[in-house]
């Protein structure tokens, strides 16, 4: 008896580190829409805010050391996902150095606050500094949905990404 051995195809997995819980929030939430039988996304992991390239450095080194995938042989079918606000002053230097390290970037813009609000009709325009227009889409955010981005139930998600008009 000719015996084959059936070949387990190895899915693609994908581990996204997000910059703050809203993100994280907005990623679960799409993942279920969105995922498929040849990606798998673990749970997201939370990078708990960052200001700076520098802060974003140090994370990043402590994230990708922390699953320790040696050999690299073994892990070429595993992908680091990072999203963050494209708001910070060090937002391109981020996203360069990121896909530098060969991992994949998604960027808010102009930060998840804002994109959200775009996306219902109420574009956010940027007239004064990063700093202060970050903090103006917080304010004009809560004020809409009467809570902060990563409060946001999922009722609330799909009105804002499936009944817009």
Do not use: W
């Amino acid at each position: 008896m000719n015996k084959r051995k059936r070949k387990i195809k190895q899915k693609y997995l994908i581990i996204p580190f997000c910059e703050g819980e809203a993100e994280v929030n907005v990623f679960n939430f799409l993942k279920i829409t969105y995922s498929n039988k040849i990606i798998k996304f673990r749970k997201p992991e939370n990078l708990n805010g960052v200001r700076d390239f520098k802060e974003f450095k140090r994370k990043y080194y402590k994230c990708i050391k922390a699953f320790n995938l040696k050999p690299a042989n073994d892990y070429k079918k595993v992908g680091f996902l990072f999203i963050i606000d494209n708001d910070l002053e060090d937002s391109k230097k981020i996203e360069n150095f990121i896909l530098k390290e060969r991992c994949l970037v998604q960027l808010f813009n102009p930060n998840l606050e804002g994109l959200i609000l775009s996306i219902i009709g109420k574009k956010q325009i940027c007239s004064t500094d990063k700093e202060n227009f970050r903090k103006k889409c917080k304010v004009n955010f809560e004020k809409h949905f009467k809570c902060e981005a990563h409060k946001l139930k999922e009722n609330q998600l799909n009105d804002i990404f499936y009944n817009t008009n």
